[in-house]
């Protein structure tokens, strides 16, 4: 069914995605019709002048789609929109996408033809191409936290070819145990306001408790966050963190979101320190983007259609699909997926 093509798209087309909706021509009528789970949105231009649309081909070459809008739209109606990054589908009621080889050969035919003649039935669906690119480092130049090894694919062979599909995510270690925090490691500060054992160092600051420290962990607008961690030598003795021994060892763990912390902390009775007690796995970069990007659910069954410029092949398997991303995170420190 050309209405429902599973195929997703990461790359730098983020415009596609991003482009704000635009009033286009549609003077006389508009009717949205549904064919299984796409809707097709037909615009029927009656004045005369230009349709004020631009095209360009789809990133997999079946179909053309909306690159942007002219000044001079005659037929401008707003009561209708359509988006940069839709798919013209008819021209006229002649199907111009689906699967089939020369399609954006037969869209452009069509429009050469007809784009002067009025009426004109103009059908458009949205994109079913999702672009993102997936970056190794952050804003700030350090690695993000995870990376390919969260995709999850599957083989899945359908009219004689093998596409590789993503089913799901694996989950990463939290960014204080990716950094190296230990079970038995002392919080001393958060956002450089000392907590725990940390009030040591300033004992003018003000005692934070557990509920405080962790609304502080809840609270959006405190991220990016540091957290800073201190670990006791053994010939200090764990129990007693001594903050003035040179074998006391400091560690600062940059968290964008409360989502990448994956420790949790506890007092241990009877004394003013706070201990990390357990680590739990969260989302990685990712699954954080490709999420964003598509849903929580969207993703699911959606195929990869090139890894960094180059077009998946018919006989590619899981192996072959993820040692391409892998080599492009590591050359070019981000990966371009199709």
Known sequence: DPVRPKTIKFSLAEDLKHSPNKEVPSPVKESVGSNGEGKIRTINIINEGPIGITFAKSIDNRTLVVQGFSDEAASVNTGNTVSVGDILTHVNGTTVFGHDDGLTEKAYSCLAESGL???????????YLHSITLDKLDAHGDPVLGGPHELKFSDKVKTGETRVVLKGFEDVDGCAEARGVFLGDHLLFVNGEPVGSGIRLRPDSPH?????????????????????????????????????????????????????????????????????????????????????ALGETNYQGLSILSVHGEKVPSYANVNIVMNAINRAWTKNDKVEIV
């Open 208 to 292: 934070l408790d557990m509920k405080q420290i962790y609304d502080i962990l809840d609270d959006s607008s405190s991220y990016p966050m540091i957290v800073t961690f201190a670990r006791p030598h053994s010939s200090d003795g764990a129990i007693d963190l001594n903050l003035d021994s040179t074998n006391t060892k400091n560690m600062s763990v940059v968290a964008v979101s409360k989502d990448q912390l994956g420790f949790n902390i506890a007092k241990r009775q009877g004394t003013d320190q706070l201990i990390v007690t357990d680590f739990h796995a969260v989302r990685g970069s990712v699954q954080q983007q490709i999420k964003k």
């Open 117 to 127: 003649s009025r009426p004109l039935s103009l059908g458009f669906m949205p994109n």
